[in-house]
């Protein structure tokens, strides 16, 4: 009966407590509005209390930093810094954010200074440039289907006229985005018209589009271009170059993004991977595994772009945080 009568007791006790927690919790304070998320980046000329005054300015305004990248290279007077912090919109509108950092910038004479909200300022829009070849158009498209890629997808432009029925105008139709088949010579390339189809754009991807865009064309469009190519060049340049390598016993292949610039596979490296082959492999594996690097390595070079991490060093590289 003892045991009894003080289980009951407990039993009666109980509610008193939970009602108490609940008094307590009610009690505490509840953020006004959820928190934001934006990312600061910045390459300036090198001085003493740059980040004291990027901790300033965010924290001024009630906000935390998260997270903080700098580079600062031997002998150079440069300086790069990438920042995730948190913050309340409510009391940093956006308006006023995109103030403080202008007069952040104009302080210490930035040669880049950017900010972005990602879930607050639109996506980036972008075109894709495609060939015949599907592997790196089919994983973007799917990653952007999956949400794993921050950017609005306008329009896919090939010299390639795909079939209705085939995978990728299934895809494209059933998400409304347009595909524009321009057939390519040696003679015409169609830059004025693919110029004029990418005009709105923030950035182009060429997922293994097999032209070389002209001098005329970048200097024309003003804004970066991201390409991939497999790491098979220039060893093995001309026509089926997998095949070439395959037969030549490579031991390694790899996959490099760059920003396209005036020289041939020679712009500022983005993202690279490589992966290792041995005589196990036969000709499909060998191909397959280099196909699968350029798709992982253009992913990540986009979101890298997208994400901030990427900034110009020196003449031709680059600093990726």
């Not at 110029?195 to 182009?204: A, G, K």
Request: proline share 5%.
């Amino acid at each position: 009966m003892g045991v009894l009568r003080r289980i009951s007791s407990r039993t009666l006790m109980f509610p008193r407590v939970l009602e108490s927690a609940n008094r307590f919790f009610n009690t505490l304070p509840v953020p006004s509005s959820p928190l934001s998320t934006g990312i600061h980046v910045l390459y300036c000329p090198d001085s003493v209390g740059i980040v004291a005054k990027i901790s300033e300015c965010i924290a001024s305004r009630g906000g935390n930093i998260l997270e903080a990248d700098i580079f600062v290279p031997q002998n150079k007077n440069v300086f790069y810094s990438r920042s995730e912090f948190v913050f309340d919109p409510t009391k940093w509108p956006r308006a006023q954010m995109d103030e403080d950092i202008l007069n952040l910038s104009k302080k210490f004479n930035a040669n880049r200074s950017v900010v972005r909200v990602p879930s607050i300022d639109p996506k980036y829009k972008i075109v894709v440039l495609a060939s015949k070849q599907d592997h790196c158009l089919v994983d973007l498209l799917h990653a952007w289907q999956d949400g794993k890629l921050p950017v609005d997808i306008s329009s896919i432009i090939s010299n390639h006229d795909r079939l209705p029925n085939s995978h990728v105008i299934r895809f494209l139709e059933r998400h409304n985005i347009p595909y524009h088949y321009l057939s390519t010579t040696k003679e015409n390339k169609r830059e004025d018209e693919i110029l004029h189809l990418v005009q709105d754009t923030d950035f182009l991807v060429l997922a293994r589009y097999m032209q070389v865009l002209s001098r005329s064309f970048l200097n024309r469009y003003k804004k970066d271009v991201i390409n991939i190519h497999h790491g098979l060049l220039p060893s093995f340049k001309g026509g089926n170059p997998s095949r070439q390598a395959f037969h030549a016993g490579v031991k390694l292949i790899g996959a490099t993004s760059h920003f396209v610039t005036e020289e041939l596979d020679e712009g500022p490296i983005i993202e690279q991977m490589v992966e290792r082959v041995s005589h196990k492999d036969n000709l499909l594996s060998f191909v397959q595994k280099s196909e699968n690097l350029e798709k992982q390595c253009l992913l990540k070079a986009i979101k890298s772009y997208c994400e901030l991490r990427v900034l110009p060093y020196e003449e031709n590289r680059t600093v990726v945080f």
